[in-house]
């Protein structure tokens, strides 16, 4: 509901119909321009934010110091009220300055409130001390079913807000009042459950552009095909660059599903049953999925020198990340005959097949249903490559790569030197190669030199990863690392 009336003690005001903010203009990141207003939500805002922001998963700059934020856009999609006790709710485009030069852009949905019930406490940013929100308790508004409840029903009607576009997939029916809670998963984005009937990802960096996991799901999700959540609501910026900048998404809610990665673990602990059916069967459904792709965008044919171009890039990220994590250094250049290996079959081939592809295939992006067997979910690529690669054509193999670099991690959980675990990942290998062969895909283990490349591209992205996110994890792909420069 766009708001008119003063949001916050001090100077923060929804002074325009549409309920942007004065100073909540988006004047694109190369002009900032927060205004009086911005500058007063900052004030407060800062120091809390220095403190919580290296503390999320999501956030990418972790290990970097934090030098300054920008305000790009702030809308007030709901005013604190202390007389009648109802929380504010505040939606935020920030750049994120830090050390070594450059900007990430964060969505941030800020609650405030003049006493945080102790049910919301571990949504704690802190009280702002100064500026337009002094005195205010502010906090993580997803976890606040109330507040999160208010962003199903944008959801649900549409419409501008400020900068802000809601939007709905015709034909679709999202009830009201459904009851909202926080998914547990703590990823690249967060998630609101809604009634075990829809689930809200909010899309953390943000950058300009449509993001692949609303453009590929809906595509496939109008296609017919059956192996993607269908959206059913979705939200965008407007005016950050020429695109609107998705900032997230509604899709059906898969209740009662299991994760891949669950069930692939219980197989490797001896608690549940021989996991290669199901991996033949995800080969399978990957191969389909691949198949709709095909159908739905355009495919290329990668020449010798966009395949040189690949494995370029390929040996940069091996550099990049050898540098980064010393561990990496000593296998650098034998791992780098896998990338000269792939440019020589360049070379000497007829090219490389390309097309839309999922970019980020692992066990915890499939789930397992009663009715429709294996959904793929998350479509946005890797997170930590920019936007505009990640919605180009690239060949299908880097997803099998995923894929069976995530039987190996499934299998070494425990132990990554154990024999029993590389023969249980050898046996899922086979299973999901068999399984995407039979259903029309390319059986990728007649395309050795590709494949090898490609896993060796995403350990070697893994190594970065653990390296950064959770070193205890370091040993799984470094065990990869080993075994691909042997
Ligand atoms: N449509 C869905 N139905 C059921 N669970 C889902 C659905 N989408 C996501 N999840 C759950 O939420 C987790 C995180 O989702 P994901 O899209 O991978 O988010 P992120 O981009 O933050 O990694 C998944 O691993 C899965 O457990
Ligand atoms: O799910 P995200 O899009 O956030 O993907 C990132 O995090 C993943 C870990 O959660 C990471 O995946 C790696 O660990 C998985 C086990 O936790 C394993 O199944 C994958 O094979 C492995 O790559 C993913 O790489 C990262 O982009």
Same mark, same amino acid.
């Given at each position: 509901m766009p708001q008119t009336s003063s949001p916050h003690r001090g100077t923060a005001r929804a002074d325009r119909a549409d309920g942007a903010m004065t100073g909540g203009r988006v004047p694109g990141p190369a002009a900032p321009d927060p205004g009086p207003d911005g500058a007063g939500l900052l004030r407060g805002l800062d120091p809390l934010l220095r403190a919580w922001l290296p503390e999320q998963r999501w956030f990418a700059g972790k290990g970097r110091e934090i030098t300054g934020?920008?305000?790009?856009?702030?809308v007030e999609l709901l005013p604190c009220d202390g007389r009648l006790g109802t929380p504010g709710l505040l939606h935020l485009l920030l750049d994120v300055e830090q050390a070594g030069g450059g900007a990430d852009c964060y969505q941030l949905l800020l609650g405030t409130r003049e006493v945080l019930p102790p049910a919301l406490g571990g949504a704690l940013l802190g009280r702002a001390r100064e500026g337009s929100l002094a005195g205010l308790t502010v906090y993580e508004a997803l976890y606040d079913p109330k507040l999160a409840g208010l962003l199903l029903e944008r959801l649900r009607t549409g419409g501008r807000t400020g900068p802000l576009r809601f939007s709905a997939e015709p034909g679709t029916v999202v009830p009201a009042g459904l009851p909202a809670r926080m998914s547990g998963?703590?990823?690249?984005?967060?998630?609101?459950?809604?009634?075990? %009937?829809?689930i809200l990802k909010v899309f953390r960096r943000i950058s300009a552009g449509t993001n692949p996991d609303l453009e590929v799901s809906l595509a496939l999700a109008r296609s017919g095909c059956p192996r993607v959540p269908a959206p059913a609501a979705w939200f965008e910026a407007l005016g950050l660059h020429d695109e609107p900048a998705t900032l997230g998404v509604l899709q059906r809610f898969l209740h009662g599903s299991s994760e891949g990665w669950a069930l692939a673990l219980e197989s490797v602990d001896g608690d549940g049953p021989e996991f290669t059916d199901a991996a033949r069967e995800l080969g399978a459904a990957t191969a389909q999925v691949h198949g709709a792709l095909a159908e739905a965008f355009p495919r290329e044919r990668l020449d010798a020198a966009q395949v040189g171009l690949l494995a370029t890039a390929m040996t940069d990220r091996l550099r990049t990340a050898a540098r980064a994590v010393p561990q990496l250094a000593p296998y %650098?250049?034998?791992?780098a005959g896998a990338y000269t290996d792939l440019?020589?079959?360049?070379?000497?081939?007829?090219?490389?097949g390309a097309q839309r592809i999922h970019g980020d295939l692992h066990l915890g992006q499939v789930l397992r249903t009663e009715d429709a067997g294996w959904v793929l979910i998350d479509f946005e690529g890797e997170p930590s490559r920019p936007l505009s690669e990640r919605r180009r054509p690239q060949p299908p193999i880097q997803d099998v790569a995923g894929m069976l670099r995530s039987f190996d991690y499934a299998a070494r959980h425990r132990d990554p030197g154990s024999p029993a675990a590389a023969a249980w990942a050898e046996r899922q290998r086979d299973a999901f190669c068999?399984?995407?062969?039979?259903?029309?895909?390319?059986?990728?283990r007649r395309a050795a030199v590709t494949l090898r490349a490609y896993e060796t591209d995403k350990a070697v992205y893994e190594v970065l990863y653990e390296a950064r996110h959770r070193p205890r994890w370091l040993p799984i792909p470094m065990a990869a690392v080993e075994r691909l420069a042997a």
């Open positions: 934020f920008q305000l790009l856009s702030a998963a703590e990823q690249s984005n967060s998630s609101v459950i809604y009634g075990d %009937a829809f %650098a250049d034998r791992l440019a020589e079959l360049g070379e000497r081939g007829d090219g490389l068999a399984g995407y062969a039979d259903a029309g895909g390319r059986d990728p």
